[in-house]
């Protein structure tokens, strides 16, 4: 991150949105609204004094609640860049017209309070879309695993602040509830992932390498640790992927197959409640921590942003790819790409792949000063179009658009509207030509004609 | 407010309490029952193991004598609930299906009328404030453990009046009773069904489990919507207290009987004389207190 953000031909927009698209592969034209943070970013040195003494405490986001932050703070400390906002939810002096500590206490008169959202607008040859994931709501959709009841039930996300060395921890695994080392540790795999009755259809792909990482992690950093893996089926399709969890079992993890119905306490203890269906059995298990791991979901605001740039999305809102075996990182609107789990759910070395592929593709794409398309685009004719606009309705690629035209009839000049069609955006696709009344809408290759021609062939 | 009222075949046996207690608060809240005439056994657990026909189309044949007076039907116990509404699904889902049931029993049914358990009609239809202001002796200091069982709620895509793994319409009417409803993670578990007979050993250790955990929760008896939950957990309880040799002594009570005596009904009137773990000196204990305090 921080290489990117000092690359001369890198200028990164953080806390700043994309608020509308237009225009079309090479000219796209983009507004961005750059948040107030409250803080000038070109007087902060990011020293800190700010977060230091602000007096307001807040759920830190990026530690999932497992610590606090300050109302004015940096997400976490190697963010890029290290310069803090306000959070205007909680902040005192936007809440209650009090206080102003960081005002005061900043060396570099950085903070602004009147600072306003700035709207950027510039012109992009292509765009990369790379919005990542969420974890689907399993704490409200399932209840019997007793989420915000019992706070030593977690998920992966939370799993994962507890185990880093930069966390609310210190990198100990220690439960929410009393502070204490768990030593048996329960994971519940599949939550919300390959159940259609409760949660999505599809397989997320990633969880099982990294419950097995983080089953290898607790047996590592807990001496004398039990550790019982819940699973479906485990998915390990990669490279040193089956090694790697055969080392885990190996090292004592215990995985059942089997689905958990039902988290209960029983002292200061956790009754997880499941089936061993390789026994055929009920199994209950005592357990100190409870780690729930949860399906991938594509982050919130990806049906705004489909729209916005129009791409399609499958039924759970991950973009469509282009082609799922031949073209994995374009989309149907020409010049926007793909990278990572807003496409589908991936793990790292997935994403990082598919993320060269759509950087390599865009610059393929700024190279040039001329771009080659298909020869089978749409054409319109003219002198036979009505102007009635069907096909910019049915366009999936925004290709068309009207246009007034002049023309002398009878001795007279008069003007009208025509479809025109964007031959860069065009794919061909033949939808206009059979919505298109009058007949003006032709796919090259493909004519009105010419199939008749063909249909002729074949009957007579 | 009208119902058509399938009381089943429990209610007429093991259940007669429930049955007479349902009938008593219905009237005092002013909800008509209408026994619906010539109703014959739902098929409960028995017929949908043979022939999936028969199991749609005996609980069809009462859906259609109810539906003929255009009324929902009242059902007070949660197997006959379930095989109805199982019905209701397959006519939704299919006109075949509903063709081949009328052809069956001989009947028309559109699949008009639909039925509803006794708790989601007093709870949801007469509302739990018109209860309120009916108590007269609220169950004060009693901590219940209101116990669902296995089909009130599940399936969700048939039965669908409270959450299927945490359903609240139970304790909320305690609470409105003046009792305390205590959190506890049994109240969907499942009670055995017929299984402590067939499987004495294994089904005990299920209502063991289920008296265990209420016992742990606080809770000084359960409370239950059910007639095979409440045999397996009344009548049951000496054996499972053999079995295991553990005490519990734990009243178990259908959320009709409570209601009734909340009411100020007496015991006897409640039907609450019937019972195999005796809930008499409970109730009077309670009273007690709450005289004295």
């Known amino acids: 991150m921080v290489a990117a953000a000092r690359h001369p031909?890198?200028?990164?927009?953080?806390?700043?949105?994309?608020?509308?698209?237009?225009?079309?592969?090479?000219?796209?034209?983009?507004?961005?609204?750059?948040?107030?943070?409250?803080?000038?970013?070109?007087?902060?040195?990011?020293?800190?004094?700010?977060?230091?003494?602000?007096?307001?405490?807040?759920?830190?986001?990026?530690?999932?609640?497992?610590?606090?932050?300050?109302?004015?703070?940096?997400?976490?400390?190697?963010?890029?860049?290290?310069?803090?906002?306000?959070?205007?939810?909680?902040?005192?002096?936007?809440?209650?017209?009090?206080?102003?500590?960081c005002q005061k206490v900043c060396p570099a008169k950085a903070i602004?309070?009147?600072?306003?959202?700035?709207?950027?607008?510039?012109?992009?040859?292509?765009?990369?879309?790379?919005?990542?994931?969420?974890l689907f709501n399993w704490r409200e959709v399932y209840g019997e695993y007793g989420y915000g009841k019992y706070p030593d039930v977690i998920d992966s996300m939370q799993f994962e602040r507890l185990n880093v060395s930069s966390g609310p921890t210190g990198g100990k695994i220690l439960r929410p509830s009393d502070g204490r080392e768990p030593k048996t540790v329960v994971f519940i795999k599949c939550v919300g992932s390959r159940d259609e009755a409760k949660g999505k259809s599809y397989c997320s792909r990633a969880c099982c390498m990294y419950t097995a990482k983080h089953a290898h992690q607790v047996l590592e950093k807990i001496p004398g640790a039990q550790v019982i893996v819940f699973y479906m089926d485990i998915r390990t399709p990669g490279k040193a992927y089956e090694e790697f969890l055969e080392r885990t079992i190996h090292e004592g993890a215990i995985y059942v197959r089997g689905r958990v119905s039902k988290v209960f306490p029983e002292g200061d203890k956790l009754i997880v409640k499941g089936e061993d269906t390789l026994l055929g059995r009920p199994v209950e298990v005592a357990a100190d921590l409870v780690v729930v791991v949860p399906a991938m979901v594509p982050s919130r605001g990806w049906d705004k942003l489909a729209k916005m740039l129009g791409l399609q999305t499958d039924k759970d809102g991950f973009f469509q790819e282009a082609h799922p075996k031949?073209?994995?990182?374009?989309?149907?609107?020409?010049?926007?790409?793909?990278?990572?789990?807003?496409?589908g759910p991936k793990d790292i070395p997935d994403t990082v792949a598919q993320a060269s592929a759509a950087a390599a593709k865009a610059i393929l794409l700024l190279s040039k000063d001329e771009m080659a398309t298909e020869p089978m685009v749409a054409s319109v004719d003219q002198s036979v179009c009505a102007g009635c606009g069907l096909c910019v309705e049915v366009c999936p690629y925004k290709a068309i658009s009207l246009t007034t035209i002049a023309e002398r009839v009878g001795g007279r000049e008069i003007t009208r509207q025509v479809a025109t069609v964007n031959t860069g955006l065009c794919q061909g696709c033949g939808s206009c030509a059979v919505t298109c009344p009058s007949s003006a809408m032709n796919l090259k290759g493909f004519t009105n004609e010419q199939i008749l021609a063909e249909v002729d062939a074949i009957c007579l | 407010m009208k119902y058509a009222y399938y009381p089943g075949c429990a209610l007429e046996t093991t259940a007669k309490e429930y049955d007479h207690s349902t009938r008593l608060v219905a009237r005092h809240l002013g909800v008509e029952l209408w026994e619906i005439p010539d109703w014959n056994c739902c098929g409960a657990s028995a017929a949908h193991r043979v022939d999936h026909l028969l199991a749609l189309a005996l609980p069809a044949r009462v859906l259609a004598l109810a539906e003929e007076q255009g009324l929902d039907i009242v059902v007070p116990c949660a197997a006959c609930y379930n095989r109805m509404k199982a019905v209701e699904k397959a006519v939704r889902e299919s006109e075949e299906m509903r063709k081949t049931i009328e052809e069956i029993i001989e009947r028309s049914y559109k699949g008009s009328v639909s039925a509803r358990s006794v708790l989601d009609v007093l709870i949801n239809q007469v509302g739990l404030e018109s209860i309120k202001a009916q108590v007269k002796r609220p169950l004060a200091g009693l901590k219940l453990a209101a116990y669902y069982g296995c089909l009130w709620v599940r399936p969700p895509c048939i039965t669908a009046f409270d959450d299927p793994e945490d359903p609240m319409t139970m304790d909320r009417?305690?609470?409105?009773?003046?009792?305390?409803?205590?959190?506890?993670?049994?109240?969907?578990?499942?009670?055995?069904?017929?299984?402590?007979?067939?499987?004495?050993?294994?089904?005990?250790?299920?209502?063991?489990?289920?008296?265990?955990?209420?016992?742990e929760a606080g809770a000084v008896a359960i409370v239950?919507?059910?007639?095979?939950?409440?045999?397996?957990?009344?009548?049951?309880?000496?054996?499972?207290?053999?079995?295991?040799?553990?005490?519990?002594?734990?009243?178990?009570?259908?959320?009709?009987?409570?209601?009734?005596?909340?009411?100020g009904y007496s015991p006897k009137e409640a039907g609450l004389t019937t019972h195999f773990v005796n809930p008499l000196p409970l109730l009077e204990s309670s009273l007690e207190r709450r005289e004295t305090a």
Request: proline fraction near 5%; charge should be negative; hydrophobic fraction near 40%.
């Open chain 1, 326 to 343: 031949l073209r994995p990182v374009e989309t149907f609107t020409a010049g926007v790409f793909l990278a990572g789990a807003c496409q």
């Open chain 2, 173 to 215: 009417l305690v609470e409105a009773l003046g009792g305390e409803a205590v959190p506890w993670p049994y109240k969907t578990e499942c009670c055995g069904a017929s299984l402590p007979t067939a499987r004495t050993d294994v089904g005990l250790g299920m209502v063991y489990q289920i008296l265990r955990r209420a016992q």
């Open chain 1, 112 to 134: 602004d309070y009147e600072q306003q959202d700035e709207i950027i607008k510039d012109k992009f040859g292509a765009i990369i879309v790379a919005t990542g994931f969420e």
């Open chain 2, 224 to 263: 239950t919507a059910c007639p095979i939950c409440h045999l397996n957990l009344d009548m049951r309880q000496k054996q499972v207290e053999a079995a295991f040799q553990e005490e519990f002594n734990l009243p178990i009570f259908y959320f009709t009987e409570l209601m009734a005596v909340a009411f």
């Open chain 1, 9 to 101: 031909n890198i200028e990164l927009l953080t806390y700043s949105e994309v608020e509308d698209v237009s225009g079309y592969v090479g000219n796209f034209e983009v507004t961005i609204r750059k948040k107030a943070r409250k803080v000038d970013a070109t007087k902060c040195r990011g020293c800190g004094v700010c977060w230091e003494k602000c007096p307001t405490k807040v759920d830190s986001e990026f530690e999932q609640g497992l610590a606090k932050r300050k109302a004015i703070y940096i997400p976490f400390a190697q963010a890029v860049p290290a310069i803090p906002v306000i959070d205007q939810e909680h902040c005192l002096y936007f809440t209650k017209g009090r206080c102003g500590v």
